[in-house]
């Protein structure tokens, strides 16, 4: 090998990895990933039972799924993160198998869902300390999800309005150590609840994490827009994802509203759709608004297409891709 070679090989050995996301098939690097939804639901159970394993039609599920799938994705995406919870509804091996149907890329997660008024939460969460459910997380996370093999791409929690409950206060605080531990972003289910915001906000800095590594889920709901501005101009994602024809406006507003702040770069735009809700006994929320309708608007509101491919792309992206080497080693397709 010569000299020029040599020194060739030694900075590709010494570059940072590039970004990557985690998903239902591996990882696959941020460059790969296009257009992105980044909460949605393809399936569920919410609404019944709480079970670790859910009980699906895999039938119908897939001939209700996939051919919705195809209809979104020649709208242009190409990514979906599937926001469905443990016990309620989420299933690795079905997000893997339409993946493999329609060449989207997935991704699915790790948590418990605390809202709900904890219905979601397992018994035994109760008992545990916040380092034994982390320890849970985290083993998901290196060793994938049960038997499957399929690593989670984000950490999902949910917290119940008002101030957060002494279940919800030990969800973040698991969340934020298993972040430590795997690099995985932690989205949370908050909604029109600024205080419980300052709280968690409060925690991950106790606990040594970056706001940037925490998703305010629903934040559209928030009726304080100076709260939504706040946690932005903390590092937080801002998550405008109850994207539908009635709210429209609503999310067109606030994005022309964190432009104006210069916090653009931290929003992300979604439906909180479902395709196959509660195991297909009620009808479906659609996930298309984005592309009929929002897009269109803020094209019409002067967005730029490189802010809107910061929107669509960039920012869903940079908000889900692995933080530190835990997954260096597995390759990046």
Not at 24 to 47: D, I, K, N, Y
Not at 177 to 193: E, F, K, S
Request: charged share 20%.
């Amino acid at each position: 090998m010569d000299r020029r070679s040599f020194l060739a090989s030694a900075a590709a050995l010494a570059a940072p990895p590039a970004p990557a996301v985690m998903t239902v098939r591996g990882l696959a690097a941020v460059s790969t990933l296009g257009l992105m939804l980044p909460h949605e639901h393809l399936f569920s159970m919410f609404g019944e039972e709480p079970a670790e394993h859910a009980q699906y039609d895999s039938d119908a599920l897939l001939a209700a799924v996939v051919p919705y799938l195809k209809s979104v994705q020649k709208l242009g995406c190409a990514t979906i993160v599937d926001a469905t919870a443990a016990y309620f509804g989420r299933a690795p091996r079905i997000l893997r198998t339409v993946s493999e149907m329609t060449g989207l890329h997935l991704v699915t997660n790790t948590g418990y869902y605390g809202a709900a008024n904890d219905r979601y939460v397992p018994k035994f969460a109760f008992d545990e300390s916040a380092d034994q459910l982390a320890a849970r997380w985290i083993r998901e996370a290196r060793e994938g999800i049960g038997a499957s093999g399929i690593r989670p791409g984000f950490i999902k929690l949910g917290v119940d309005a008002g101030p957060l409950s002494a279940i919800d206060r030990k969800l973040i605080v698991a969340g934020a150590r298993a972040h430590r531990a795997t690099g995985l972003v932690i989205a949370v289910h908050t909604g029109d609840n600024a205080a419980a915001v300052e709280q968690q906000l409060a925690i991950l800095k106790a606990e040594g994490v970056s706001t940037a590594s925490w998703i305010w889920v629903h934040a559209n709901q928030c009726k304080d827009d100076a709260a939504v501005l706040a946690a932005a101009s903390q590092g937080a994602w801002i998550s405008l994802d109850g994207l539908d024809p009635t709210t429209l406006e609503r999310h067109l507003a606030l994005c022309l509203s964190l432009r104006q702040q210069g916090k653009l770069s931290q929003v992300l735009l979604s439906h909180d759709g479902n395709s196959f809700r509660a195991g297909g006994k009620r009808p479906m929320r659609p996930y298309t608004e984005l592309f009929t309708g929002l897009l269109p608007r803020l094209r019409s509101a002067s967005f730029s297409q490189d802010e809107i491919r910061m929107l669509t792309v960039e920012n869903p992206g940079r908000a889900f891709a692995v933080r530190g080497l835990t997954f260096v080693n597995q390759g990046v397709p």
